[in-house]
Each structure stands twice: as structure tokens, then as C-alpha cells.
């Protein structure tokens, strides 16, 4: 008789094979490995298998695929940054998970001062091959000369680094969009005044092949940040309730600290600050998938066909600068930021509207929705030898 596991095998794609085979030798693997799997395995996963994720091909849609308005509002945050630091020749822009490059095109083509364009330097640092080419295709016509290389850059270029090849120590800003919330997160779950860790397994009926598996904490460093950003906290969690602990997000924020000597950390993502994000509402985490522009709420099934996103801390990421030394020059969401960058002329009203005016006019709409993208996502700036009480950005509200 045949083997009914063997035949669920055949169904599976070349992806959960792999995965299927791996825990069948080495046992389960934490959620973390699974999700890191799922979205950059090199050949199959979710943002590096050439599949376009993002857009309206994809499966969803940025704040910058949006609207180029958008990009053309965090060009005007960047000049006055660059004003703040006393216009530093080279001003570096990091710009960490530039998807389809669509807000490095908005910002490099929307740069008004000429001297910016002159002294600044652009980094893209992408993991997926496929979404690299696909950048340097959309920014070549730029009137920028591209490096070869980072260390070699000079004022007026852009171009691709690993996170090892970028050059330290220096001054401008680190930005990201949605970057973050996209990096692979460890499952905890609040049991009998203990957290114990969501593993996946092999699953033993035969319509999906992953189910969910408790198990022992896998990294020790895990105990130490629960500490520190949840328990530490005085946040009470309920029995059961599960925690997306993104230790690559804290970690990649300390990393900025020897990448730059002075200037800004610009981050924009769905988050909550820690009282909100662990309240017994959100019971199950935030992990969500995104297929074919719907939420999703299963992880385990079509591992590498979907994207996958849980929401940030935003108060373990303003504790972690205030540990470097930086400054938390504020948090706002992105309603508010976009609002204090817009000037009158951004929408003017003219008797008569043309179709892409109208078309502009709606997209802007969408960016600031109230309840909507414009709560949604939040913006934190920080800084680091460097301070300031008066960006645009920041100008209209901060959350507390
Ligand atoms: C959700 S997309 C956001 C894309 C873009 N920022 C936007 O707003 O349209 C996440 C991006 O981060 C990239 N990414 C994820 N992990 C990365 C890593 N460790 N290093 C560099 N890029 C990474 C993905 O390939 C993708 O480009």
C-alpha cells in the first residue's frame, strides 16, 4: 500500500519539500527559521524567487507605490535634515529593503537643491537578486552616476552594498519602509508564567503539510529581550497569548549606531508602542500574511507564495536608542508626518482637474486615511549626534 505521507509529499512545491525533509532529520524548527525560509530562502522564497511581491501585480502595495508624492515628501524631510547637519558633502542615504526601488526613484528625481544632488550618496541595500535587478533597472535613466563600489562612492552617486560593504562612520540618514516589519520573527507564547516558543512541525493529517509545536525557548538571547522589552515593562500578558518578538529588528538598529557618526534614523512601519501592541486585543500576535492584496491569517500553508509581516515595537526600538545614546526626536504616524511636510501648492485647487490630477489627489487621500494607511503606519526619527526639536515631519503631532 502506498505511503499516504509520500503521496502528500508530491503535492507539496520544491519549498516545503525542503522544509518537509529538514525537520523530518533534524526535528522542528522554530517559526523564526520557517518565516526566514518562507520570504529569502535564495531560491524559492517569497522576495527572492522573481515573482514581483509588491504592487499592483503583486500581492500588496506600499506607501510609496502608491504615490510618488510620497517619496517627493520624504525628499523634502531629507533636504532638511541635510540643512540640519550644515550640508555635509558627502550626505549618505541608506536606504535598507528598497523593494521595487519606486522610493528611491521618487526621492532622487524630487531632490530640489542642487547642491544635494551634487554632495549626496545613495545606498541601496537589498537581499533579494531578483528585486536588486529590478531597482537598477528602474533608477538607471536616473541623472545620478552609479558607484561600483561603496567604499569607492563619490558625491553624486548611488548604488547597491551588502550591510558588511557599507562604509562607517558616516553622516546623513538611515531610512527604511517597510523593511523592518518584514524581518523574520521568533513565536512566543505566554504559558503558566513562563513564555514557551511556537516551533513548526511535520504535520500528521494530510491537508496541510506544517502544524504548530511547542517547544523550550531556542536562543538564549530571547529570555534577556522578553525581559527587557515585555516582562521588565510591568506588561501583563494573558494566558495563551502569543508575542512576535523581532530581536532582527533591534538588533539592526544597533547596528546603525557604527554605521553612522551623525544624522538621522528615519523608520516607517506598522507598529504600536509596547502597551498597545501586547494588550490582550492582539491575543494572537500580529503576524499576518498578505496574498493577492488579502490578509491572510495562515503562516503555515504556501510557505514562500505569500508575504508575511508582524508589527514592530516601537517603544523597544526608541528604548534600544536610548541606550546608544541617541535621540528619540519623536513618533508620529504617517498621517501626521506626510501632513507637516505637504505645502499648499501639493493640492491646490484649479476649476478644472484632470484625470491624473484627480488620480494624485485620491492617492494622497489613501496615504493619510485615517483608520486607514495614515494610522496604520508609524513613523520614529531618531538621531544621533545631532539634535533637533523642529523637523517638518514631527511638526504636527507626537504620539506619547
Ligand atoms: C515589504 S518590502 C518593502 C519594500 C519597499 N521599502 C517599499 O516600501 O515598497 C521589504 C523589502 O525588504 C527587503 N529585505 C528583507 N530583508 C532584508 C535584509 N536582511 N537585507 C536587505 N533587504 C531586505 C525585501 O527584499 C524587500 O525589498
Not at 66 to 72: A, D, H, K, V, Y
Request: with cysteine; glycine share 8%.
Amino acid at each position: 500500500m502506498m505511503n499516504p505521507r509520500r503521496l502528500t509529499m508530491t503535492h507539496l512545491t520544491p519549498l516545503q519539500q525542503e522544509i518537509f525533509s529538514t525537520i523530518e532529520k533534524e526535528g522542528p524548527i522554530p517559526f523564526r527559521d520557517f518565516m526566514n525560509l518562507a520570504l529569502y530562502h535564495h531560491q524559492y522564497g517569497y522576495y527572492t524567487s522573481g515573482e514581483p511581491p509588491m504592487g499592483p501585480a503583486g500581492d500588496f502595495i506600499t506607501s510609496p507605490e502608491i504615490s510618488p508624492l510620497f517619496g517627493r515628501l520624504i525628499a523634502r524631510q531629507l533636504e532638511e535634515m541635510w540643512d540640519k547637519l550644515e550640508r555635509p558633502v558627502p550626505f549618505h542615504i541608506v536606504e535598507f529593503g528598497p523593494g521595487r526601488g519606486i522610493l528611491a526613484q521618487a526621492i532622487l528625481e524630487s531632490i530640489s537643491s542642487r547642491l544635494l544632488k551634487e554632495s549626496l550618496i545613495y545606498h541601496l541595500v537589498e537581499i533579494s537578486p531578483a528585486l536588486r535587478r529590478q531597482q537598477e533597472d528602474r533608477l538607471i535613466s536616473l541623472p545620478y552616476s552609479i558607484y561600483e563600489a561603496p567604499s569607492q562612492a563619490i558625491a553624486g552617486s548611488y548604488g547597491w552594498s551588502s550591510p558588511e560593504e557599507l562604509p562607517t562612520g558616516i553622516c546623513g540618514c538611515v531610512l527604511t519602509n517597510e523593511f523592518l516589519d518584514a524581518l523574520p520573527v521568533h513565536r512566543l507564547q505566554w504559558t503558566e508564567g513562563r513564555f514557551v516558543e511556537l516551533y513548526v512541525t511535520n504535520s500528521s493529517d494530510g491537508d496541510e503539510p506544517f502544524q504548530w509545536q511547542k517547544g523550550p525557548l531556542s536562543d538564549p538571547r530571547l529570555l534577556s529581550w522578553v525581559d527587557r522589552h515585555i516582562s521588565g515593562q510591568h506588561i501583563v500578558l494573558d494566558e495563551g497569548q502569543v508575542v512576535d518578538v523581532n530581536m532582527a529588528a533591534t538588533d539592526w538598529l544597533s547596528s546603525v549606531d557604527s554605521l553612522l557618526r551623525q544624522g538621522f534614523i528615519l523608520t516607517i512601519d506598522y507598529g504600536h508602542q509596547a502597551p498597545e501592541l501586547y494588550d490582550n486585543v492582539r491575543m494572537d500576535g500580529t503576524l499576518m500574511c498578505y496574498h493577492q492584496h488579502r490578509a491572510d491569517p495562515a503562516p503555515l500553508s504556501k510557505a514562500g507564495e505569500k508575504d508575511m509581516t508582524a508589527h514592530l515595537d516601537y517603544t523597544a526600538l526608541q528604548r534600544v536608542g536610548t541606550e546608544l545614546g541617541w535621540h528619540n526626536l519623536g513618533l508620529t504616524n504617517q498621517m501626521w508626518f506626510l501632513s507637516g511636510l505637504l505645502r499648499p501648492d501639493d493640492f491646490a485647487m484649479t476649476s478644472e482637474m484632470t484625470v491624473q490630477e484627480f488620480r494624485q489627489r485620491q492617492a494622497l487621500k489613501k496615504l493619510l486615511m485615517p483608520g486607514g494607511m495614515g494610522e496604520i503606519f508609524k513613523v520614529l526619527i531618531q538621531s544621533k549626534g545631532i539634535y533637533t526639536d523642529s523637523l517638518l515631519g514631527l511638526h504636527q503631532l507626537r504620539l506619547r
